[in-house]
Nanobody, 124 residues
Framework: QVQLVETGGGLAQAGNSVSLSCVASGFTFNSYSMGWLRQAPGKEREFVAAVHWTGGGTYYADSVKGRFTISRDNARNTVYLQMNDLKPEDTAVYYC?????????????????WGQGTLVIVSA
């Protein structure tokens, strides 16, 4: 059974940092690209970041470039999202996703697996 379990959400003040983790199980983690999407209240879901299965390529939305860092530990079946210099507009439910191809994640196509989401609230 494929599972993605996110942890690390919560409340943060603008300018501070939050780190999200996603532990994967039920599939060959190091054969899949991983990523994060988010959905803010009343808004459409959007791409945040993705990392190639080798860890050698990373992709970011313009809105988070330079502030967020995605990384993965294939030995621990875990992908991370380090979010620095948070802004109120980063408030959203963050979803961990998996797909063989990073372009499917960046384009939010038909993804192979989703987590349940974790809420991040950034106060001004």
């Amino acid at each position: 059974q494929v599972q993605l379990v996110e942890t690390g959400g919560g409340l943060a003040q603008a300018g501070n940092s939050v780190s999200l983790s996603c532990v994967a199980s039920g599939f060959t983690f190091n054969s899949y690209s991983m990523g994060w999407l988010r959905q803010a209240p009343g808004k459409e879901r959007e791409f945040v970041a993705a990392v190639h299965w080798t860890g050698g390529g990373t992709y970011y939305a313009d809105s988070v470039k330079g502030r967020f860092t995605i990384s993965r530990d294939n030995a621990r079946n875990t992908v991370y999202l380090q979010m620095n210099d948070l802004k109120p507009e980063d408030t959203a439910v963050y979803y961990c996703v998996a797909d063989r191809y990073p372009t499917t994640i960046t384009s939010m196509g038909s993804l192979e697996a989703w987590g349940q989401g974790t809420l991040v609230i950034v106060s001004a």
